[in-house]
């Protein structure tokens, strides 16, 4: 089966049994503890309702009414700053759900915002994030430098080293200043802060909800917004450093399948090409030794590689390079440019009167290639 | 200043604009709302308190107890059913927040499961989304075929037109299903679909809490979670198909960067006696140039590969010189792709434009030939670099 789809095979099964051992998991932790307090929680509450003698409708009425108005109680949630606290957590998924659009139209907006804002949000961090760990690489190596070592190449560990403590120390500092503005421990803090920084966002704890913090504290709630934000950054760079290279993986596979197909089919046909352009060559030489014919050939690479083959023609031919360079061969990848000056050189350096350093160049090619198989699977940074 | 920094700050300043944007519509469209509805509800908490005579206090009490109890009113929540659902939202990053883990062991494994569970999922869906797009491909190709087009290519504007289509279907079926199931309006069951499908998962509407459907209606739990995750599939591949590109872009520039910076270093060094040996031979070729035709047949190129770069496999061909025959020299530098470059090379003289030193052929208009052969490519190749084949 193709790499790709035993891969993905693989991660749905990884997934499915991750889930299921999860599941056993919390409830082995939080069952009993769920049923004791749900037992607790409904005798208190038949000892209130009988206290104060409410009936059993009033006794929803007050439901209904506790529910609906436990946003209220954290504070003004709509106003501008809440409004914004709401859309960050709206555009960067955290979605505490500690206010929700109540109104159809805030339904219907929150939705239209989120498509737009949700890709945009996504290639931001990770485009801050890549431009971070730039500047992690270039100071560490500048670092390493100072030190004196002897290598100053920053490794894929150093950098992983540099991310995770990172992380760690943003999710510290936020757990310290939270802890300090809402009163929470050290550890719910903590909890809170890696909650929102993964964008799970539970909602049980949630900052700028006591004391009407957002309208109050001005300064307070700069913080939090600051810090969602530079949180999500570092999480993301992290990311970007040790995930996203993952998550492209089934497309270069597909890519450099379609390139082996291609160069296949190409090369079957430039091979007779080339076979039937060397007889014809040789035997004119012999006889002319007027034209010489020669090949080599640019093909453009797409995206991730940015390769040129040149396609140069005969002299004097009218032939442009546009004609040559017909869409399917921008798809030529790796394996279509090393394939290629495999079968060409060989086909000229039969032709060629000085033959030492094309055959000083052909093994360098078919090294070339190993290195190229090498090179395409180890991702620099 | 370099492309990715700029590319960074554009989409910095783009995202807090865009914040400043939503919340200044949020407020105009909720507060007012939030203003009457709080009016309202306190009007009929002082009822309630003045009809049982309970004093703040008391209230509060009772305020507490019941929000405490919220969740076990909706079912029992960590059984196995509850704790799939529970794990479900945690490594899909939705976290309804409808249950969550009221145990610190609870919470310490949350953060655990959620360290190892989410980077694999991510890396899964993107994974089987792939798969997706790719098939889908194929079977368009196919149905192109079929019907006799013409072009039977698949182009972007056709996949992304399907992803759209099957974005909005898989909106629209758990919209039907879910109105019915927890007796939500249509609108409001889509509004629930889409907060959770793009993850944000508020929690103002969970499905599962009615009834105790976790534990009584199994059918029902399992096409939710089926739901859920196709649902987030579908969703992944439009993500993969659209977005994913754009995440990496600046890692790919950065790349061409390190590979024209080693370049021109590796030239430096090595090309010192290749350059010179080039630049010697205009003043022969020019003269030869002219007399030209003859000479062009005893011309000899070859190609030579000067080296390969780690990701992107470059060839750069260097012909030689065979006895006294020029012979064109293409070393180009940074053929890839800085902007200043291909202006440059548009409006200068090929010979000598930044680094593509191209001696004289006999054959002028073999040169004139490489040069545009040059230029088209690299045309082509700053126009098909942004377009991201499928």
């Not at chain 1, 002897?150 to 992380?167: A, L």
């Not at chain 1, 000085?354 to 160049?361: E, G, K, M, N, T």
């Not at chain 2, 980077?119 to 989304?129: A, E, I, K």
């Amino acid at each position: 089966m193709k790499r790709q789809n035993v891969r993905t095979l693989s991660l749905i099964v990884c997934t499915f049994t991750y889930l299921l051992v999860g599941a056993a998991v919390f409830d082995a932790l939080e069952s009993d503890f769920e049923m004791r307090e749900k037992e607790q929680l409904e005798a208190e509450e038949k000892r209130l309702q009988g206290k104060y003698n409410i009936s059993e409708d009033d006794y929803k009425k007050l439901e209904t009414i506790i529910m609906e108005a436990e946003p209220h109680r954290a504070g003004v949630q709509w106003k501008f700053a809440g409004s914004f606290y709401f859309a960050i957590t709206v555009i960067t998924t955290i979605g505490y759900g500690h206010a929700a659009p109540g109104t159809d139209a805030g339904k219907a907006f929150c939705m239209f915002y989120a498509v737009l804002g949700i890709p945009l949000t996504l290639v931001m961090f990770q485009s801050l994030g890549e431009r971070m760990n730039t500047f992690v690489k270039y100071m560490l190596k500048r670092i390493k430098k100072c030190c004196g070592m002897r290598i100053t190449e920053v490794s894929m560990e150093n950098m992983v080293t540099v991310g995770f403590f990172s992380c760690m120390g943003t999710l510290c500092i936020g757990a310290a200043a939270f802890s300090h503005y809402e009163d929470w421990s050290f550890f719910q803090s903590y909890y809170y802060c890696f909650i929102t920084l993964t964008t799970i966002g539970f909602g049980d704890f949630v900052a700028l909800q006591k004391n009407k913090a957002l309208q109050r504290k001005p300064l307070y709630v700069a913080f939090s917004f600051m810090y969602i934000l530079v949180g999500l950054t570092v999480i993301g760079a992290f990311l970007n450093l040790v995930v996203l290279r993952f998550l492209t993986m089934n497309s270069e596979d597909e890519r450099r399948d379609a390139e082996e197909r291609a160069s296949l089919a190409g090369n079957r046909s430039s091979m007779i090409i080339h076979i039937q352009e060397d007889t014809l060559q040789r035997s004119r030489r012999r006889r002319e030794q007027q034209q010489q014919h020669y090949k080599s050939e640019v093909t453009d690479l797409q995206s991730i590689c940015s390769c040129m083959h040149y396609h140069s023609h005969e002299f004097g031919s009218s032939n442009s390079f546009g004609s040559q360079l017909s869409p399917h061969q921008y798809h030529h990848y790796h394996s279509t440019v090393s394939y290629r000056i495999e079968e060409i050189s060989p086909s000229t350096l039969k032709n060629s009167i000085l033959p030492s350093p094309i055959s000083s160049v052909s093994p360098g090619l078919h090294s070339f290639t190993e290195n190229l198989r090498l090179m395409r699977r180890r991702k620099s940074i | 200043m370099k492309r990715q920094n700029i590319r960074t700050l554009v989409l910095i300043i783009c995202t807090f604009t865009y914040l400043l944007v939503g919340a200044a519509v949020f407020d105009a469209l909720e507060s007012k709302m939030e203003i009457t509805q709080k009016k309202v509800l306190d009007d009929r908490k002082r009822e309630l308190m003045d009809k049982y005579n309970l004093s703040k206090g008391n209230f509060d009490e009772l305020e507490r107890v019941v929000l405490q109890l919220k969740p076990h009113k909706a079912g029992v929540q960590w059984r196995f059913a509850g704790s799939f659902y529970f794990a479900i939202t945690v490594i899909t990053t939705i976290g309804y927040g409808h249950a969550a883990p009221s145990t610190d062991g609870g919470k310490v494994f949350c953060m655990f499961y959620a360290l190892l569970g989410i980077p694999l999922t991510l890396v899964m869906f993107q994974s089987l989304g792939e798969r997706i797009n790719t098939f889908v491909k194929y079977l368009l190709h196919r149905l192109k075929k079929c019907l006799g087009l013409r072009n039977t290519e698949v182009s972007m504007a056709n996949m992304v037109c399907i992803g759209l289509i099957s974005c909005m279907s898989t909106l629209c079926v758990g919209a039907a299903a879910f109105s019915r199931y927890e007796d939500w309006s249509f609108f409001h069951a889509y509004y629930y679909c889409f907060i959770t499908l793009t993850t944000i998962g508020f929690g103002d509407y969970v499905a599962l809490q009615k009834d105790n459907a976790l534990q009584t209606n199994p059918q029902y739990v399992a096409f939710s979670f089926m739901y859920i995750l196709t649902g987030l599939t579908v969703i992944g591949a439009f993500l993969n198909l659209v977005v994913l590109r754009f995440m990496t872009m600046n890692a790919e520039d950065e790349r061409r960067d390190a590979e024209q910076r080693t370049l021109l270093s590796r030239n430096r060094q090595t090309g010192g006696a290749g350059t010179n040996h080039c630049m010697s031979d205009p003043p022969s070729s020019s003269t030869a140039g002219h007399g030209g035709r003859s000479g062009k047949g005893l011309c000899n190129v070859y190609a030579e590969v000067l080296h390969f770069q780690s990701m992107c496999s470059c060839l750069w061909y260097k012909s030689q010189e065979k006895m006294r025959y020029s012979i064109p020299m293409i070393i180009s530098h940074d053929l890839s792709t800085s902007d200043t470059y291909m202006e440059h090379s548009e409006t200068s003289d090929a010979l000598h434009s930044n680094g593509c030193v191209c001696s004289a052929l006999q054959e002028h208009s073999a040169t004139s030939l490489v040069y545009t052969g040059l230029l088209s490519p690299a045309h082509y190749q700053r126009l098909s670099k942004r377009r991201s084949s499928i």
